[in-house]
């Protein structure tokens, strides 16, 4: 039996949606379009939070937003901003542990972001997760 392996690898998953918010942030494109360009397979996991996004994304927006200090959500960067709603809907939909969705984001932060990112992104899901 023949199984796609890449649809069992969250990271990735995680991964792609994220470059997916990042677009649809960016260039104001339609989040489905900007998800068809990422997603050749389908991958119930990355569709169900898609899905959970263009529902709940200014209620998201407006949740991180308590958080930030005196910081917009505006005044993120546009990576930033996907981490955080990538990981808020994970954690919504309780598709991970806190732990594990916090720890995905702070990899990515670190990986995408300016060096000190990480530890308010940390901060901030650890408030609301």
């Known amino acids: 039996?023949?199984?796609n392996i890449s649809m069992f690898n969250r990271h990735e998953s995680?991964?792609?949606?994220?470059?997916?918010?990042?677009?649809?942030?960016?260039?104001?494109k339609d989040i489905d379009v900007c998800f068809a360009d990422n997603f050749t397979d389908e991958d119930e996991f990355s569709l169900t939070i898609i899905d959970d996004i263009k529902i709940n994304k200014d209620n998201y927006i407006d949740?991180?937003?308590?958080?930030?200090?005196?910081?917009?959500?505006?005044?993120?960067?546009?990576?930033?901003?996907a981490i955080l709603l990538e990981?808020?809907?994970?954690?919504?939909?309780?598709?991970?542990?806190?732990?594990?969705?916090?720890?995905?984001?702070?990899?990515?932060?670190?990986?995408?972001?300016?060096?000190?990112?990480?530890?308010y992104i940390n901060g901030v899901l650890d408030n609301i997760c």
């Open 87 to 119: 990981s808020i809907s994970e954690y919504k939909l309780a598709l991970n542990d806190k732990a594990v969705i916090i720890n995905e984001a702070v990899i990515f932060a670190k990986e995408y972001c300016d060096d000190e990112s990480y530890k």
């Open 14 to 28: 995680r991964q792609k949606l994220i470059f997916v918010l990042y677009q649809h942030l960016l260039l104001h």
């Open 63 to 81: 949740e991180i937003s308590k958080y930030l200090n005196k910081w917009s959500f505006d005044r993120l960067n546009l990576i930033e901003q």
């Open 1 to 3: 039996m023949y199984y």
